[in-house]
């Protein structure tokens, strides 16, 4: 695979947008950011109709084996849901929403859909990390790997996050235990796309210290204080995995081996990364002078059908 594809159902985007709508907190921030496309907060029940009529169609002629292809293509849908999410970067963690999301889209999905169960396919599986929309592609109920809307514009980090991801999903596949480098190669990568997001830092320990702050009031507490424990030492370790030789300065490369070993290590080091990802595309789109040229050509048009289009 050369890329990660969101493609997300039309009853995720209804539901959505059905829970910004009724989101009271932060109401006064939603109506700033879609007033710059030219929206109200009205257009938010609005969207939510559209998507569920749209969703009703399609089940008419669909059941488990075929609700995939219900998933709309990652187009404007996407970028402006994503958009519109990255406007409350400034209003705290975003797992509560979320999580609302994942839960309603399952209840519905599976009492509206003939046939299907659980764990439900990456189009019915959406998660918001760091104030980007996001879907869930692995085979295990985790919220990684991941395949968020956006990526970063930097041709560097989309390709290694990509690889990262695809990794992921190898792992996923094989028994336990792993080869050992089949688990330590995440440090090296993931070094590297800590430097490569925030390359003014010099190198990875600084841009990790600098994205783990940047991350933290976007994050519910106990998840912050879990990501700034794995990360402490995060520099420390691939040191010691790329000299192997013993260091005073360091842990032994037989010990870091031995404690990084097992999914729960590796759930760390792939949520922060992705946290880490996904906040930066939230960013870029939040601090952006412009809108994206896609969102340029939509605002007052995209609503003109009874239904979404889906191309």
């Not at 958009?83 to 509206?112: C, M």
């Not at 993931?190 to 009031?217: D, H, Q, T, V, W």
């Not at 691939?238 to 404690?259: C, G, K, M, Q, Y």
């Amino acid at each position: 695979m050369d890329e990660l594809r969101c493609e997300l159902s039309p009853l995720v985007y209804a539901e959505l947008y059905r829970l910004l709508a009724a989101d009271e907190a932060r109401r006064d921030v939603l109506e700033e950011r879609l007033a710059v496309i030219g929206y109200d907060h009205v257009w938010l029940g609005t969207a939510a109709d559209a998507y569920n009529e749209y969703w009703a169609a399609l089940l008419e002629s669909t059941d488990a084996d075929s609700v995939s292809s219900l998933a709309l293509p990652r187009n404007e849908h996407a970028l402006l849901a994503t958009w519109i999410l990255a406007g409350l970067r400034t209003t705290g963690e975003d797992r509560e929403l979320g999580a609302a999301l994942a839960e309603n889209v399952l209840q519905r999905a599976l009492a509206e859909v003939p046939g299907l169960s659980t764990p439900l396919p990456p189009d019915l599986s959406p998660v918001i990390v760091g104030w980007t929309r996001a879907s869930i592609i692995g085979s295990f109920s985790y919220e990684w790997p991941v395949a968020p809307a956006l990526l970063p514009d930097d041709a560097n980090i989309r390709s290694a996050f990509i690889g990262l991801a695809h990794h992921v999903l190898v792992l996923e596949a094989m028994a336990e235990p792993w080869p050992e480098m089949m688990q330590t190669s995440t440090y090296w990568r993931g070094y590297g796309i800590a430097e490569a997001l925030k390359p003014a830092m010099g190198e990875g320990s600084p841009a990790i210290n600098e994205l783990l702050k940047e991350a933290r009031p976007l994050l519910p507490q106990y998840l912050s204080t879990q990501l700034n424990s794995h990360f402490s030492r995060f520099g420390q370790r691939r040191n010691a995995l790329s000299h192997v030789t013993d260091d005073p300065r360091r842990e032994r490369f037989v010990d870091v081996v031995t404690i990084t070993r097992g999914w729960e290590h590796l759930r760390l080091t792939v949520l922060g990364l992705t946290q880490f990802v996904c906040q930066e595309v939230s960013r870029s789109l939040y601090d952006a002078e412009e809108l994206p040229a896609a969102l340029r050509t939509i605002r007052g048009g995209i609503w003109n059908e009874k239904f979404p289009r889906s191309g």
